[in-house]
């Protein structure tokens, strides 16, 4: 079966870091992009960016750039999203999610991990 | 950045109504566009890609049409189990945007 699993909800402090994952089964992990989106409490879904993991090329949403670092380990099939200081504004579920078709990069979301809550908050 | 606009925002219908979502890009995106389905409280599911083509599993009461900048979401018979929020999103190339989603609720 393929699927997506994710690192259990975060709870953290403005200014802390944090990296959640986010491992792939039951596919080549390295043939498919991956990506992240962000759900703020009670909004819509907002795409942060996309990584192959094959080769690293990584692409991002001019709002996420530079604001969280996305990354992979092909070697355990496992994507990341991190944090260098965190605020209070990055209080939100973050899912995900695999392209339907391997190698293309102009594709849509079909496998969805479960989502990481991840709550800001002194 | 191509922007997504979707509506209405959120539409009440009754059961077995037809219910109409529409998406519109601010530039031409050829068919690259999907179409998802989170239900409240659970994951984001993918019911429409390439702007008409049904993703395996998804009823058939699901349909979707359009090219270049206009689309349009059609449930041709509304049941309760489709009480969601429906989201476009364009994947001609990064980033792939969603709209900001329509919520369907059963009047």
């Known amino acids: 079966e393929v699927q997506l699993v994710q690192s259990g909800a975060e709870v953290k402090k403005p200014g802390e870091s944090l990296k959640i994952s986010c491992k792939g089964s039951?596919?080549?992990?390295?043939?498919?992009?991956i990506g992240w989106v962000r759900q703020m409490p009670g909004k819509g879904l907002e795409w942060m960016g996309i990584?192959?993991?094959?080769?690293?090329?990584?692409r991002y949403s001019p709002s996420f750039q530079g604001q969280v670092t996305i990354s992979a380990d092909k070697s355990i099939s496992t994507a990341y999203v991190q944090w260098s200081s965190l605020k209070a504004s990055d209080t939100a579920m973050y899912y995900c999610?695999?392209?339907?078709?391997?190698?293309?990069?102009?594709?849509?979301?079909?496998?969805w991990g479960q989502g990481t809550m991840v709550t800001v908050s002194s | 950045d191509i922007q997504m606009t979707q509506s209405p925002s959120s539409l009440s219908a009754s059961v077995g109504d037809r219910v109409t979502i529409t998406c519109r890009a601010s530039q031409g995106i050829a068919n690259y566009l999907a179409w998802y389905q989170q239900k409240p409280g659970k994951v984001p599911k993918l019911l429409i890609y390439a702007a008409s083509i049904l993703q395996s599993g998804v009823p058939s009461r699901f349909s979707g049409s359009g090219s270049g900048t206009d689309f349009t979401l059609t449930i041709s018979s509304l049941q309760p189990e489709d009480v969601a929020t429906y989201y476009c999103?364009?994947?001609?190339?990064?980033?792939?945007?969603f709209g900001q989603g329509t919520k369907v609720e059963i009047k």
């Open positions: 999610a695999r392209h339907r078709i391997g190698g293309v990069i102009g594709d849509p979301f079909d496998i």
């Open positions: 039951g596919y080549s992990f390295t043939d498919y992009w």
């Open positions: 999103q364009k994947y001609n190339s990064a980033p792939g945007t």
């Open positions: 990584i192959y993991p094959g080769d690293s090329d990584t």
